[in-house]
């Protein structure tokens, strides 16, 4: 029986779409961005152009197009397109999945594309009804998170597939796809007279922080503001953009109005932000660069991070990274965190600034954090080392110097410990270890340079005396 009434629903449900589902890209021509995985030659074009299309997840922030790419894959392929959340499917609705994409391709011969966001919620008991269909090929599974999918997806899934990390829109494709979406006269406004000016089409393009759908999201706030202060509430821009005649006066977004109908930045900062924007900030200051360091720090901070936790990083880094090229590193950083933990926000952001900028400048060495961990990996992996005699506290006679100045000597079976303030220029050249060792290394820079030349100075006696006894 044929229904009467189906284009007039289906049309209703079109009239209500979102400007950005509207415009979602039909082709691989028509996507906007992501140049290192569909530019020429590049993996993932070349896997869709040769319909060899296996196991995908895709991965990156909000608004960066991973469900839109999975449709134009599906298009591109000839493949049947379902789309679940991971989160909300159930084990039997897999096997409803499973069994549709069997009678589909016995009855079409096109295979089908099972497209699930938020996959990093795909339990177990999921995956062991699907993956084996997936792997003989049945179903081809597509899945998209905003996680990292090497630390959030089961490892089964990983195995089974080939992950695509997808990077937010540059400011410019952010302007290419509002201007396409202003000219485009089927799915966007390019039946309506509106014009919006460089000014403002930067505004959206820096505000949505690469998310193409914030951006076209406030382009229609405004265009649909505009319009329904002009016609009245109630008006229908639905079927204005797919018919008729614009505003009496057309519109012209200006920079007010774009910043009107957008919301302010929003930093994206999952877990994979909390641990990147730490972990950049640790590397620009080791790389010397102050600008750098304060830049993450604020963005750690407009976005909510604990500052105690950033003065306990730039803690460990004072002593990892700067160590004893400027001993005062540590005291500077140690300070910083009792302040930090004292005071709070917003003060606290002065201390963290001038904390991170003091380390940033300040001359590096890793010389401490090496020695330890060469010492540690020798107590973990050779022979433990017994501690000399001359060294132990117990079974040890006192031999008085005379001074008046009580014990400075112990004999051991005809050895004696020197007290090195006794000695001249305080270097006995004893042996501490029993072996000959070199675990710390003083660079050249800052402090340690006058730090390596008393220890060359001390290892030459000790080696002295090794030689003559």
Request: glycine share 10%; net charge neutral.
């Given at each position: 029986?044929?229904?009467?009434?189906?284009?007039?629903?289906?049309?209703?449900?079109?009239?209500?779409?979102?400007?950005?589902?509207?415009?979602?890209?039909?082709?691989?021509?028509?996507?906007?961005?992501?140049?290192?995985?569909?530019?020429?030659?590049?993996?993932?074009?070349?896997?869709?152009?040769?319909?060899?299309?296996?196991?995908?997840?895709?991965?990156?922030?909000?608004?960066?197009?991973?469900?839109?790419?999975?449709?134009?894959?599906?298009?591109?392929?000839?493949?049947?397109?379902?789309?679940?959340?991971?989160?909300?499917?159930?084990?039997?609705?897999?096997?409803?999945?499973?069994?549709?994409?069997?009678?589909?391709?016995?009855?079409?011969?096109?295979?089908?594309?099972?497209?699930?966001?938020?996959?990093?919620?795909?339990?177990?008991?999921?995956?062991?009804?699907?993956?084996?269909?997936?792997?003989?090929?049945?179903?081809?599974?597509?899945?998209?998170?905003?996680?990292?999918?090497?630390?959030?997806?089961?490892?089964?899934?990983?195995?089974?597939?080939?992950?695509?990390?997808?990077?937010?829109?540059?400011?410019?494709?952010?302007?290419?796809?509002?201007?396409?979406?202003?000219?485009?006269?089927?799915?966007?406004?390019?039946?309506?007279?509106?014009?919006?000016?460089?000014?403002?089409?930067?505004?959206?393009?820096?505000?949505?922080?690469?998310?193409?759908?914030?951006?076209?999201?406030?382009?229609?706030?405004?265009?649909?503001?505009s319009f329904e202060s002009e016609r009245g509430p109630g008006a229908s821009l639905g079927s204005s953009h797919a018919k008729g005649p614009?505003?009496?006066?057309?519109?012209?977004?200006?920079?007010?109005?774009?910043?009107?109908?957008?919301?302010?930045?929003?930093?994206?900062?999952?877990?994979?932000?909390?641990?990147?924007?730490?972990?950049?900030?640790?590397?620009?200051?080791?790389?010397?660069?102050?600008?750098?360091?304060?830049?993450?720090?604020?963005?750690?901070?407009?976005?909510?991070?604990?500052?105690?936790?950033?003065?306990?990083?730039?803690?460990?880094?004072?002593?990892?990274?700067?160590?004893?090229?400027?001993?005062?590193?540590?005291?500077?950083?140690?300070?910083?965190?009792?302040?930090?933990?004292?005071?709070?926000?917003?003060?606290?952001?002065?201390?963290?600034?001038?904390?991170?900028?003091?380390?940033?400048?300040?001359?590096?060495?890793?010389?401490?954090?090496?020695?330890?961990?060469?010492?540690?990996?020798?107590?973990?992996?050779?022979?433990?080392?017994?501690?000399?005699?001359?060294?132990?506290?117990?079974?040890?006679?006192?031999?008085?110097?005379?001074?008046?100045?009580?014990?400075?000597?112990?004999?051991?079976?005809?050895?004696?410990?020197?007290?090195?303030?006794?000695?001249?220029?305080?270097?006995?050249?004893?042996?501490?270890?029993?072996?000959?060792?070199?675990?710390?290394?003083?660079?050249?820079?800052?402090?340690?340079?006058?730090?390596?030349?008393?220890?060359?100075?001390v290892r030459r006696r000790r080696r002295q005396r090794r030689g003559s006894s």
């Amino acid at each position: 029986m044929t229904d009467l009434w189906a284009a007039k629903r289906e049309d209703a449900r079109r009239g209500v779409e979102p400007l950005a589902v509207r415009m979602r890209p039909r082709s691989l021509d028509e996507v906007i961005g992501q140049s290192h995985l569909l530019g020429p030659g590049k993996l993932l074009r070349r896997m869709i152009q040769a319909d060899a299309i296996m196991s995908l997840i895709l991965h990156g922030p909000p608004g960066t197009g991973k469900t839109t790419l999975a449709e134009v894959i599906a298009g591109a392929t000839n493949r049947r397109f379902v789309r679940e959340n991971a989160a909300s499917v159930g084990v039997k609705r897999i096997r409803e999945l499973i069994e549709e994409a069997d009678r589909y391709l016995g009855d079409t011969g096109r295979r089908t594309i099972l497209f699930l966001d938020e996959i990093h919620r795909f339990t177990k008991s999921q995956q062991d009804v699907l993956l084996g269909d997936v792997e003989r090929g049945l179903i081809t599974l597509i899945g998209a998170t905003t996680e990292n999918p090497l630390f959030s997806v089961n490892s089964a899934l990983i195995s089974r597939s080939t992950l695509f990390r997808l990077e937010p829109l540059t400011e410019s494709e952010i302007v290419e796809a509002l201007k396409r979406a202003i000219a485009d006269p089927g799915r966007g406004y390019g039946k309506l007279d509106i014009r919006a000016t460089d000014e403002a089409l930067r505004v959206w393009a820096v505000k949505c922080e690469g998310d193409a759908r914030r951006a076209l999201s406030a382009l229609e706030v405004a265009v649909r503001s505009s319009f329904e202060s002009e016609r009245g509430p109630g008006a229908s821009l639905g079927s204005s953009h797919a018919k008729g005649p614009g505003l009496r006066q057309g519109l012209v977004i200006d920079t007010q109005l774009a910043e009107d109908s957008i919301q302010q930045k929003i930093a994206v900062y999952g877990d994979d932000g909390h641990y990147d924007a730490a972990s950049a900030m640790i590397k620009s200051v080791r790389g010397s660069d102050p600008d750098a360091a304060v830049y993450w720090i604020a963005r750690m901070l407009d976005a909510g991070e604990d500052p105690r936790f950033i003065a306990r990083r730039l803690a460990i880094l004072a002593s990892e990274d700067v160590g004893n090229a400027d001993p005062r590193g540590v005291v500077v950083a140690q300070a910083c965190w009792d302040l930090v933990a004292r005071i709070g926000m917003p003060e606290a952001r002065i201390t963290l600034a001038q904390c991170a900028t003091y380390l940033a400048c300040a001359p590096k060495s890793n010389a401490a954090c090496l020695a330890i961990d060469a010492a540690l990996n020798d107590v973990r992996e050779g022979r433990v080392r017994p501690v000399p005699l001359h060294l132990r506290d117990k079974n040890t006679s006192p031999v008085s110097t005379g001074s008046g100045e009580g014990e400075r000597v112990r004999r051991v079976e005809g050895e004696a410990y020197e007290y090195s303030h006794d000695a001249e220029g305080g270097i006995t050249g004893q042996d501490y270890l029993g072996v000959e060792k070199c675990y710390y290394e003083p660079g050249d820079k800052g402090a340690e340079r006058a730090m390596r030349e008393r220890l060359e100075e001390v290892r030459r006696r000790r080696r002295q005396r090794r030689g003559s006894s």
